[in-house]
């Protein structure tokens, strides 16, 4: 009864903006993609959710294990990298033309890359923007490798 | 054969288990199923009674009556896993459970404890509490959100796992997510993805800016949190907006990670999600905290990193008016040219989540101004700095007690005012440079000491004011939304109590970095005996300057000016009100009015205290 008393006192009460999430999860190691939503405008700031949040269907894939997972060691850090890179594609891109960042120190700790090896790896990259990146319609998988091949130079 | 027929079938029979018996006797001796950690275990708030799991999901349990029933859960755990069958349910969704009996029979148990591949498989480090505040013209999500993230292999903070817990709901019809929100009708789900996920969602997409508190727990700690979190995937509690929110359904993982930590027992009407970090501040969890800067606020930063003549070559280069090329043979020193390009890739990007571009421009205009970023080296942290508004937990308590005395039009009065939440455009903990207002059910007492009547001066249902600056890269609306109850003049000049419903929407500039002037064109709807007509709808304007000459005084100046049909009548409503803060929960208010009805006029002037709590 309480609850309906505040509910209907409460009608007009507070705005949000809602977001509607879908999960399409592949599967295999822990790999998931999300599409947020966003839905703005007035109608929508007076009356509104705050629910807050998506329903992501992940375990604890992308730092800890690899979920059903038997694969050696080394295919497993490619993975990750190939999921980072291709869930990241803006941020890291920014980071590599820039030359540091979050988003490349979070590729270079995937890429077990640390210390001085670090700094030049950040350099190569960015002094490599152009063959990362050579148009604008570039696929992760393949900016994944590039990264891989020049660090494998390091 | 005869001897055979005589003995007893249930000789032959398989006996349950000795053991899991002996266990379950061991276990009441122990009052174990009343141990408050088995009630944390099994997300019941501390110290309720009767007992009664807010987990609605039934898979959650393995006893049919385990929500209500905490001993028949124990015992039905104990028979599960504890004979010598093998258990018929996978232990990974009742590990928690399980190590914690485990734990507590290991001196009369002689097995090894079994094992959950999916628990071994995680090393947990710490935790961070994480909290997206709200977002510039939205003061509801000004609650907030908090959810938690969990360090393990990796030390980049955005490799961390998230745990959220949210509602799933099943209707896009903007009054059905209300009323079901409120009134728990959707499942609300816990969910774990990558921290990195959520950052683009609240910071990159909703221009939330998020605050991060790491909390102390031992690795011991975290390892007991994620166990506990394996049980709740799958499973279900049905979100209340109110009190079973995403803020309080967080702190069982936290009484869950720290046995004798007692969170949940603070339940009120209302759980803010800021409350529950102050809480977790007094119980020493949390002592320190990060900022993350949202898209548009490191454009705001950016913004002012660069003179009048070198934003206009920004905008136009965001434009593609100038090529990047062309801004880089500039002769312009080569961290100008940075601290550009960072600038114009951050409002691509803010272009692109506000859908004001397409994919196709976007990825021409991003890519193009990161190639000739690249050109330019990496630069000094002090060119991505982005400074920090105040930080959040340092700001007042939600509900408001204002004690005031006053006079108007030669008569004094005292008055008293009690605002259940949530906070006021002239407070001083929130940034300069915007101006923000959420009162629920604001409530005015006042006695008038000429006519000695004490009588309802004002119940504000809902106020909501935002009024967000623009810039030439990000140009929002100011709004503002009142329902209430309060005095208004009639054409000859009394008081009356009246309803109104009023909602402007304009613009708003920030003058100086301390100061906003807003203009809001208004429309009102108001209902009162003072009418002719008993009702009247009124269109005008709502305008003014919003000042802060110090960081504990702030100042607005405004006016609403409305004509009234069919009454026919003009009303212009000026204020003139000064805040200055005492401390974290104590103000001084001063307020100045004057209201104008045709020919009529009234002045009032008050001084106000107001405490927070």
Redesign the interface.
């Given at each position: 009864m309480k609850k309906w008393i505040v509910a209907l006192g409460a009608l007009l009460v507070l705005t949000g903006t809602s977001y509607a999430a879908n999960v399409a999860e592949d599967c295999g190691c822990g790999l998931g993609k999300e599409l947020i939503g966003e839905k703005e405008g007035l109608g929508w700031n007076l009356l509104g959710t705050f629910l807050n949040g998506t329903s992501g269907n992940q375990t604890f894939g992308m730092s800890s294990g690899t979920l059903g997972c038997s694969k050696p060691e080394k295919f497993v850090m490619n993975e990750r990298m190939d999921v980072f890179v291709a869930d990241n594609m803006d941020s890291l891109a920014v980071d590599i033309a820039t030359g540091n960042g979050e988003n490349l120190d979070a590729l270079m700790e995937i890429a077990q890359v640390s210390g001085t090896e670090k700094a030049k790896a950040c350099e190569a990259l960015q002094n490599n923007f152009d063959s990362i990146y050579p148009t604008a319609n570039v696929e992760d998988t393949d900016v994944a490798q590039s990264i891989r091949g020049i660090l494998a130079q390091i | 054969m005869v001897l055979a027929a005589i003995i007893p079938a249930s000789l032959f029979a398989q006996p349950l288990s000795p053991d899991t018996e002996e266990l379950i006797q061991i276990a009441r001796q122990r009052h174990l199923s009343e141990d408050p950690y088995w009630r944390t275990l099994l997300h019941c708030p501390t110290g309720a009674s009767p007992y009664e799991s807010f987990v609605d999901a039934p898979t959650f349990f393995l006893a049919e009556t385990g929500k209500t029933d905490a001993e028949a859960e124990l015992d039905a755990l104990i028979r599960t896993f504890f004979g010598s069958d093998e258990p018929k349910r996978p232990i990974c969704r009742f590990i928690a459970r399980y190590t914690w009996v485990y734990e507590q029979l290991s001196d009369v148990i002689d097995t090894p404890p079994l094992i959950c591949e999916?628990a071994e498989?995680?090393?947990?480090s710490s935790a961070t509490l994480v909290f997206p505040t709200y977002?510039l013209?939205?003061?509801?999500?000004m609650?907030g959100?908090t959810?938690i993230t969990?360090?393990?292999?990796?030390?980049?903070?955005?490799?961390?796992?998230?745990v959220?817990?949210?509602?799933?709901?099943d209707s896009?019809n903007?009054?059905t997510?209300?009323?079901k929100?409120?009134?728990?009708s959707?499942k609300g789900?816990y969910?774990?993805?990558?921290y990195?996920?959520k950052i683009?969602?609240y910071g990159?997409?909703?221009q939330r800016d998020i605050w991060e508190y790491p909390l102390n727990l031992t690795p011991e700690e975290t390892r007991r949190m994620?166990l506990y979190i394996l049980e709740l995937?799958d499973t279900y509690s049905y979100?209340?907006?109110?009190d079973k929110?995403?803020s309080y359904m967080l702190q069982f993982l936290l009484e869950a990670a720290r046995p004798g930590l007692s969170l949940t027992q603070d339940k009120g009407?209302t759980v803010i999600p800021i409350d529950t970090i102050k809480a977790m501040q007094r119980q020493s969890l949390i002592t320190d905290a990060r900022y993350r800067p949202s898209t548009g606020s490191r454009i705001r930063a950016g913004l002012d990193r660069l003179s009048k003549p070198e934003a206009k070559l920004a905008r136009q280069l965001s434009d593609n008016a100038i090529s990047p090329d062309a801004f880089l043979a500039m002769d312009l020193p080569d961290e100008t040219k940075?601290v550009t390009l960072?600038l114009v890739?951050d409002v691509t990007?803010y272009r692109l989540a506000k859908k004001k571009i397409g994919q196709?421009e976007y990825?021409?205009t991003?890519?193009g101004t990161?190639?000739a970023?690249?050109t330019l080296?990496?630069?000094s942290?002090e060119e991505?700095t982005v400074p920090a508004p105040p930080e959040p937990t340092k700001g007042h308590d939600a509900a408001r007690i204002s004690t005031t005395v006053g006079v108007v039009d030669g008569d004094s009065f005292e008055e008293i005012a009690v605002t259940p939440a949530f906070t006021n455009l002239l407070n001083t903990d929130h940034t300069k440079r915007e101006g923000i207002q959420i009162e629920?059910l604001h409530t005015r007492a006042r006695f008038n000491n000429e006519e000695k009547e004490l009588s309802l001066e004002g119940l504000t249902?809902?106020d909501?004011i935002s009024l967000a600056p623009r810039n030439t890269f990000i140009r929002p609306?100011s709004?503002t939304?009142h329902?209430g109850y309060e005095q208004r003049m009639t054409k000859t000049g009394e008081m009356k109590g009246a309803y109104s419903l009023r909602?402007a929407?304009g613009m708003a500039w920030n003058l100086t970095e301390e100061s906003i002037v807003f203009l809001l064109p208004e429309a009102e709807f108001l209902s009162s005996k003072g009418l002719d007509k008993g009702a009247a709808v009124g269109a005008g304007i709502h305008t003014g300057l919003l000042f802060s000459p110090a960081s504990n005084w702030r100042t607005l100046l405004s006016g609403h000016l409305t004509r009234r049909m069919p009454d026919d009548t003009s009303e212009s409503r000026l204020t003139f009100e000064n805040n200055l803060t005492l401390n974290k929960n104590n103000r001084i208010g001063l307020a100045v009015n004057r209201t104008d009805v045709e020919e009529h006029h009234t002045w009032e002037t008050s001084l106000s205290w107001h405490h927070y709590f």
């Open positions: - | 999916e498989r995680i090393t947990p977002h013209n939205n003061p509801a999500s609650f959100h959810f969990i360090e393990t292999n990796y030390e980049t903070p955005m490799l961390a796992d998230a959220n817990y949210a509602a799933l709901p896009r903007p009054l997510y209300m009323v929100g409120i009134a728990g959707f789900y969910s774990i993805l990558p990195y996920k683009q969602e990159d997409m909703a994620v995937k979100y209340y907006f109110f929110n995403c009407l940075r960072d890739t990007r196709a990825r021409e991003f890519l990161l190639r970023r690249k080296g990496k630069g942290p991505k629920f249902i809902l909501i609306l709004w939304f329902t909602a929407t």
